[in-house]
């Protein structure tokens, strides 16, 4: 069975630092597009980052110039990179992963922004 392991959450200082991992496993994950999404409370999920099989791109407005997002195809894992962060980036993250008919999800890690 295919699964997506989120890791790397926590709190964090305003203006800090984050790396999300999201390590894949029984599938073939070079052909995946993998996402990155997140959930504030009493909010709907909204897709924050999104990486193609063949590394490109995409990211929600209110993250472009401070989040990354990054594939290691080598260890099957997706990566996160969250600077400049901000109390509104609180929210569990999810990672997802989607080729065709296809979409896994991870169960979630929980990053808070708060001084």
């Known amino acids: 069975q295919v699964q997506l392991v989120e890791s790397g959450g926590g709190l964090v200082q305003p203006g ?16 995946y597009t ?3 999404f997140r959930q504030a409370p ?7 980052a999104t990486i193609t099989s063949s590394g490109g791109a995409n ?10 997002i990054s594939r290691d195809n080598a ?4 990566y996160l990179h969250m600077n ?3 109390p509104e980036d609180t929210a569990v993250y999810y990672c997802n992963g989607r080729w065709y008919g296809l979409n896994y999800w991870g169960q ?4 808070t922004v708060s001084s």
């Open 34 to 36: 993998m996402n990155w």
């Open 108 to 111: 979630g890690t929980q990053v």
């Open 16 to 31: 800090g630092s984050l790396r999300l991992s999201c390590a894949a496993s029984r599938m073939t994950f070079s052909i």
């Open 84 to 86: 400049s962060l901000k």
């Open 75 to 78: 260890k099957n894992t997706a």
């Open 42 to 48: 009493g909010k709907q999920r909204e897709l924050v």
């Open 59 to 68: 990211y929600t407005d209110s993250v472009k110039g401070r989040f990354t």
